[in-house]
């Protein structure tokens, strides 16, 4: 993949030398080097590379069926490329680890748990005691704005809060990376704006690197560091923009700030393009 703008200063993970020369220079939690991807021999991707540095939010943009999915699926390590190489903190992804999470668009969650129990899931398995679990529940129900509801079964909650404690669960694993794949897109225009907030905040305060597929290009802007517009992955291209808009970037009022009003529309005369 060939960016048309070029990104932060990356430095591949020199190996073996966590304090080299370059190490006062940003280095990538998440790259692909050239990733190509088939199924069965029909080419999905080929020669996609960039690099995410450690706390960036990248926001994924492109038409159905370019392969948004396909490319968290092997940041997750559900899926292996066919070609080049796709790494974490410098390292082959093998498949998939704790130090990666996966929130979709519909939260999967148990019917049968309560919220506690369905956040504290990655603690109870790992064995984590049930004091630790129900803390860590009560922290991270806090984080996404669910305090109080803690003992409420899922069928008890709206479609929005659903999609909070599928991001509390993913967060109690205190990932180091979190895929999102288009999580608000079944959710209201005030739901969906004030999650996306809530997004910007816990970024803020975990530190957490984040690849966020959206088909919303508003979305894109608000929430993203950088956008990767996929526009045809197959013949190894995308463009690359930029967010420039004033911190903090949870503040509502960025979606009328001119740099948003200016991105959206540079965004949307190239995808009609
Ligand atoms: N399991 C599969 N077997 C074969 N082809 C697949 C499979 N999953 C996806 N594809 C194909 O790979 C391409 C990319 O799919 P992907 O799910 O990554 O698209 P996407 O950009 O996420 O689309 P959308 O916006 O609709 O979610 C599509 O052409 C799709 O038909
Ligand atoms: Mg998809």
């Known amino acids: 993949m060939s960016a048309t703008a070029k990104g932060l200063a990356l430095v591949p993970e020199p190996a073996g030398h966590a304090d080299g020369p370059r190490a006062s220079a940003v280095r990538p939690v998440l790259s692909f080097e050239q990733v190509g991807f088939d199924y069965d021999g029909r080419a999905i991707m080929r020669d996609v590379s960039f690099a995410i540095a450690p706390g960036e939010l990248v926001a994924v943009l492109g038409p159905s069926g370019c392969g948004k999915t396909t490319i968290l699926n092997m940041v997750a390590g559900f899926l292996k490329p066919t070609a080049g190489a796709a790494l974490i903190g410098g390292r082959e992804i093998a498949g998939p680890g704790p130090d990666r999470g996966v929130v979709f668009q519909a939260a999967a969650l148990f019917d049968w748990m309560t ?28 984080l996404v704005g669910l305090s109080g509801v803690e003992g409420l079964y899922p069928y008890q909650l709206s479609g929005g809060m659903r999609q909070r404690v599928g991001l509390a669960r993913v967060l109690a694993a205190k990932p180091k990376v979190m895929l999102m794949d288009e999580p608000f897109s079944a959710l209201d225009v005030q739901t969906r704006e004030v999650l996306q907030e809530e997004v910007l905040r816990i970024k803020e305060r975990t530190g957490c690197t984040i690849l966020f ?36 970037r949870a503040n509502g009022e960025n979606r009328l700030h001119p740099a948003f009003i200016r991105l959206r529309e540079a965004i949307y005369r190239q995808m009609r393009h």
């Open 213 to 248: 597929v959206t088909h919303s290009i508003d979305e894109a802007v608000f929430l993203g560091d950088r956008i990767f517009l996929l526009n045809d992955l197959k013949e190894g291209r995308f463009e690359e923009f930029r967010v420039d808009l004033p911190a903090p």
């Open 115 to 142: 919220v506690a129990d369905n956040i504290a899931f990655s603690l109870r398995c790992a064995g984590r005691p049930k004091a630790e679990q129900r803390q860590v529940a009560s922290e991270m129900a806090a």
